[in-house]
Each structure stands twice: as C-alpha cells, then as structure tokens.
C-alpha cells in the first residue's frame, strides 16, 4: 500500500454477465457496468437483493467469468481468483472440525507457507476482534458475530490489497450487526485496502464506506455514485448525524426509483420525489 | 407430619439414584436380556429334553468353546486375515473410484448408474464364478469379499465428496487453492463421517463375503470349521464357532470404529 493512493485498483469497464446466453431464457445479470476504485477506497455497493450486485462482486474476485467488457484488478486483466484478492462471503464458511484459530490459518495451510510464522499473527488478529479466549472454540461453539469475525481474520491474514466482501452482516441480528460495522471501521484505520462491500442496507453502506454506488434491477446496473462527505475515523454516533440521514434518505429514494422504474408498466406512473430531492 | 421429616432429604437421594441408573441402564438392559435368554434356553433345554443335537445348551456350547478355543482361535486367524485383507482393497479400490466419479463428469454420468444398480444384485449368488475364476485357494475369496464390501464404500465416499459445502469449496476457489489441495483440505474431511459409516457396512461384509467364500471353497478358516461341525452334527460346535465369529466381527467393527474416533480426532486437533 506504499503506492500512489489515487492508481486505480479496480476498473470496471462496460462489464456485463449473461446467463445462458443466446438462448431463449437468457438472463442479463449484470448490465454493462463501469466504475474504478482507486487504490485505498472503500466502496459499497448498495441494492435491493437481486440486483446482481453479488455477481458483479464474484466477477471482480475471479470466481464468476465476464460475459462482456473489461475488469482490471491491480493494472492486470481478471482471469481468475487472485492471492491478491480476499472474499468474504455472506456465510462465514468456517471448517466446523477446526479451532477458530486454525480457521483464520487455513489461507495459509493452503497456500503452503509457514504456519509457525503467521500463528502470532492470527493470535493477533483474533485479540484485535474480542476473540481471545477463543482461539481454541469450534465454529458451533461461536455465535453467528463471532464467526464473522473469524472469517474476518482468515481474510487479513494473507494479507490481501483488495479486499471483496458480499453483505458480509447480513445473516446476523441487528445489535451484532452494529458490532461487526463499528468493528469494521476500527479495522479500517489499521489496513488500509482497497475494499469493494456489498450491501443491501442503507445505513451500513453509508457508515462504513468512501463512496456509494447504487445498482438496481432491470436493467441489472449503476444509477448513481455518491461520494460520503464524512471524515475518518468514524464511529456509530454518526448516525445520529442529520446530514448522514439526509444522504440516507436520498439512496432510499433512488433504490425506490429504481423499483418503481421496473414496475412502472403495471403501476402506470413513476414516482419523481428524487427529482425535488437533488 | 412426623413422617415427612425423614422423608425429606431422600428424594434427592432418590433422584441421584434414578440419575444413575438412567445413565447405565443403556449397558445393563442388553446384558440382562442376553442372560435372560440364556438362561431360558438352558432351562428350556433340559426341562424339554431337547436332544443336544439339535438344540445344544449354552452350557454344553460353553464347555465346547473351553476345549475348542486354541482350535477356534487357530481358524479364525485365516478368516480375520482375509477379511483385513478383503476390507482394505475394498476401501483402496472404492475411495479410489468414489474420486474419479466425483472429478469426471462424464465417468460419474456413466458409472453412477450402473453402481447403484450392482448394489441392488444380490451379490452372494456370484460366489461360485470366483472359485472359478480363481480356484480353491485364498485370492479367490479375499476377491470375493472385496467384491461384495467394496459398493457401500463407493457409493457412500462418493455421497460424501458431492456433498462437501460448496460455499467452502468456493472459499478454496478464491485462495486459488489447486483441485488436489482442496480435496485433502476439505472434501476429504469433510466426506470422512460418510466415509466411515460405508467402512462400517464394508467390514461387516467382508466378514459375510469370506465366510461364504469358506463355505464353499476352504480347508480352513471359522466357516469351514461351521460347514465341517455341521456335516458331523457337532452342533454344539458349530454354536462354539459361531460365538468365536460374532467376537471376531464385533471386534473387526470395534476396529473401524476407533479407527475413526481417532482419525476424527487427528484432524479436529490440527
């Protein structure tokens, strides 16, 4: 991360993803998509689930081909999962038969590097999130926060420059939730990466994130991409902030817009409160 | 009212009892079932005046194992050492196919069928082709017992591999884990409960398959011993070499059991 902040990290050039393409029951999951996140930005992408958001994040991680456009991660054209690259998938994925500390090892073990020498590490990182004590613990031993946070340590340990997370908090309640985002934001002022965060809550996107874009449905792309004033380091009082529920509640009308748009043939007219809120 | 007072502290001795009991009563119920039986069957017996050739007593099987028993031990070192043998190229041979089927699409399109319906054919009746195949001697019924033991562990490590967590196996996708790394990381782990409990069916078929095989071909082993005590009307020797073969499959179990406790064991600490 010693690089100019503002090389681009991830370019997103009219990039779109067709399922069963040249078919009759062709899907266009995602529709000539185009953005870049520079080098240290964090990003979420916020939409209604279903909106291919998921997608697009797998085909920025390597896991999902491109149907169509360009994707460059770190100068080089995606063309498989990279080491570079970390995900954080909405389940925690944990090994059930291993402790949470061979958990956060298992990058490790599996790109064969030196156990001894990242132990202290994961020891660490699992300190850092409030799991000492529970190095030891099996996954079902944990709750569902606390399994997130492993997940979360399993994915700095191999120190990745990007960082791919797919509503990484959405099977949790409500009050880890706020946990996992606040501790998110502490992590934050420690690694700095470049981070790409998939969400379906307003809230969450705005809190956590540099910059949002929005994406919706049909057609399956990016209709707006704000840039969140606020400085860091941020805690969770900000939402009490007026200009933060301001922000808020002009993504909740641009999400709505988007609905409305894919409904309008049925519902015969189409909201235009955002107009009056720009 | 007087009578409460002693009566007041027992109930928790009560309980403490009753909690007792619960937990031995899963090891004491069969056992007292066994005896009871036993004990029956004795009585029964002698009361009736069954001739001993057709329905020994369980003392007179007794006596017959104390007498027997360095013979009895003797013929079920060949049968034991089949069995090993049948039970370990039955798991070789079928974990090896259970991993071509679960990697090959193709291969899984045209074996999978076909396994499962093997695994509906009585299996026993195809005994003699072996003895054909490869004489009297022990090769043919080691074969023989692989034969029949080998399907419950391919298609049970196969169920096992397809139904590793897809999410995790993304997870491994993701840190550009290579097929073979993934597999000994998690599809193996993973599979392994499934593993195990096709292990626990193929020995106790193997047992069946050598017995058989002994049945029909040996001049040795536990199911020669039964055949030969059987064709004398030794029955009480028969029942003696019967006790001997349900010790030696009950300890051939036990063996894959704590094979895998601790193979579990092994990859949990790790």
């Known amino acids: 991360m010693s690089t100019d902040k503002l090389a681009p990290s991830i370019e997103v050039n009219g990039v779109s993803k067709v399922y069963r393409a040249g078919t009759a029951a062709a899907v266009e999951a995602v529709s000539t998509v185009s953005f870049t996140v520079p080098q240290g930005q964090f990003v979420a992408i916020l939409g209604p689930s279903g909106c291919g958001k998921s997608t697009l994040l797998m085909m920025v991680g390597g896991l999902e081909a491109v149907s169509s456009g360009r994707l460059i991660v770190d100068g080089k054209p995606m063309t498989g999962p990279r080491t570079s690259i970390g995900v954080m998938f909405q389940d925690p994925t944990l090994l059930p038969w291993k402790s949470a500390l061979d958990n956060v090892l298992f990058p490790v073990r599996v790109l064969k590097r030196s156990i001894a020498d990242h132990r202290a590490a994961a020891n660490n990182l699992l300190q850092q999130v409030g799991l000492d004590g529970f190095e030891h613990k099996r996954p079902h031993e944990l709750s569902g926060g606390m399994r997130q946070r492993v997940a979360i340590c399993r994915t700095l340990i191999y120190d990745p420059d990007v960082l791919l997370m797919d509503e990484p908090f959405s099977a949790l309640d409500a009050i880890s939730r706020d946990e996992m985002n606040e501790l998110l934001l502490d992590l934050w002022q420690q690694f700095t990466k470049t981070a790409l965060f998939v969400t379906h809550s307003i809230r969450e996107a705005v809190l956590l994130a540099d910059r949002v874009l929005v994406m919706t449905r049909r057609p399956a792309t990016i209709v707006e991409d704000l840039t969140v004033p606020f400085a860091r380091p941020r805690s969770m009082a900000l939402g009490e902030n007026r200009e933060f529920n301001e922000i808020c509640r002009h993504l909740r009308e641009r999400i709505e817009d988007g609905h409305g748009r894919s409904r309008a043939p049925r519902a015969g007219t189409t909201t235009r409160r955002h107009e009056a809120a720009r | ?270």
């Open chain 2, 1 to 270: 009212m007087s009578l409460e007072l002693p009566a007041a502290g027992s109930p928790r001795g009560v309980l403490a009892i009753g909690r007792s009991v619960r937990r031995v009563r899963p090891i004491i119920l069969p056992i007292v079932t066994l005896t009871a039986v036993l004990l029956l069957w004795q009585l029964a017996a002698v009361r009736l005046h069954i001739p001993s050739v057709l329905l020994p007593t369980p003392s007179d099987i007794a006596q017959e194992m104390w007498h027997a028993l360095p013979l009895l031990v003797d013929q079920a070192v060949p049968t034991a050492l089949d069995t090993l043998l049948a039970f370990a190229a039955a798991a070789v041979l079928g974990i090896g196919l259970a991993i071509v089927i679960t990697y090959s699409r193709p291969l899984r399109d045209t074996l999978y069928p076909n396994l499962v319906f093997f695994q509906l054919v009585p299996k026993v009746a195809l005994a003699p082709l072996f003895v054909i195949w490869l004489g009297y001697g022990s090769p043919a019924r080691v074969a023989f017992a692989a034969f029949i033991s080998f399907f419950p562990v391919v298609i049970s490590a196969a169920l096992g591999f397809a139904g590793t967590d897809p999410a995790v196996l993304r997870l491994c996708r993701s840190l550009t884990a290579s097929e073979w790394r993934s597999f000994l990381l998690v599809r193996f782990p993973f599979a392994l409960p499934a593993i195990f409990s096709g292990f626990k069916v193929a020995m106790t078929m193997a047992v069946v398959g050598v017995i058989i095989g002994e049945f029909i071909s040996s001049q040795a082993g536990l199911g020669h011993y039964i055949l030969r005590a059987g064709s004398r009307l030794e029955t009480a020797d028969v029942f003696a070499a019967l006790v001997a073969l349900s010790v030696l499959g009950v300890a051939l179990y036990g063996a894959v059991a704590l094979a895998e406790l601790g193979v579990r064991r092994a990859y949990g600490r790790r």
